[in-house]
């Protein structure tokens, strides 16, 4: 190798090495810590998505002969798990615990999520009237997710938590309008939409035109 050629080599290993310095240093890649939008954003979700996988399990447990009922509760139910596992592997990479400061009783009604006693019902009532409040319970839920994506949709945020933000804004929005359809179907509406909602914003949210299925 002549000396041009050694020297041209040298340079081209120290801007590779001078890029890898800059990239692991930027903020774009710096691992998030405790409190920021990224880690509040994956607890609080992994604990909303754990329990419309229970509400979509104990529906499914059911004797339940509304084939597309039961599609859409399987749906949830195995997208939602896989999602928990995307984000705990997140905090994994992270070197943070899965668990950390969780959500208040008030916050987590805020957030549409169900009470022990509306999750109880689902178990006791009769099937069609447990199918009922499911879509209920389930649109509430939903609505709620759509509130919580909202904070790390915007610029700053780590692009693989926001694209899954934008997947869940996506995906639970469709499930929203098909459950809400269903309900209309039995002859009911949904549940008000919890506090830290506002449907007529959530109408208007950017998802990036990406869904998750």
């Known amino acids: 190798m002549s000396r ?5 080599a040298a340079i081209a290993l120290l801007v590779a090495a001078l890029m890898a310095v800059v990239l692991a240093f930027s903020p774009r890649n710096a691992l998030p810590q405790e409190g920021s939008p990224e880690v509040r954003f994956v ?4 604990q909303h998505h754990a329990q419309a996988v229970d509400m979509a399990t104990r529906i499914r447990d059911r004797d339940s002969h509304d084939r597309t009922l039961r599609s859409v509760a399987l749906d949830i139910l195995l997208s ?3 999602q928990i596992g995307q ?11 899965w668990g950390g400061p969780g959500m208040t009783t008030a916050h987590a009604r805020s957030m549409g999520m169900a009470t022990p006693a509306e999750l109880k ?16 319970l389930m649109i509430r839920h939903h609505q709620g ?3 919580m994506v909202e904070p790390v949709l915007g610029k700053g945020i780590r692009p693989e938590v926001r ?3 934008r997947q869940i804004a996506a995906t639970q929005a469709g499930e929203i309008r098909l459950m809400t359809q269903m309900l209309a179907a039995r002859g009911a509406r949904p549940l008000p939409a919890p506090a830290a909602s506002d449907p ?3 109408d208007g949210m950017d998802m990036g035109g990406e869904h998750q299925h």
Do not use: I, N, V
């Open 87 to 97: 984000m705990r592997g997140w905090l994994t990479l992270w070197h943070l615990p």
């Open 4 to 8: 041009r050629s050694t020297l041209l």
């Open 121 to 136: 019902a689902l178990d006791t009532l009769p099937t069609r009237d447990a199918e009922r409040l499911f879509l209920q």
């Open 43 to 46: 607890r609080e979700m992994s």
């Open 200 to 202: 007529a914003s959530m």
């Open 145 to 147: 997710a759509l509130a």
């Open 80 to 82: 939602q798990q896989e």
């Open 163 to 165: 694209t899954l933000a």
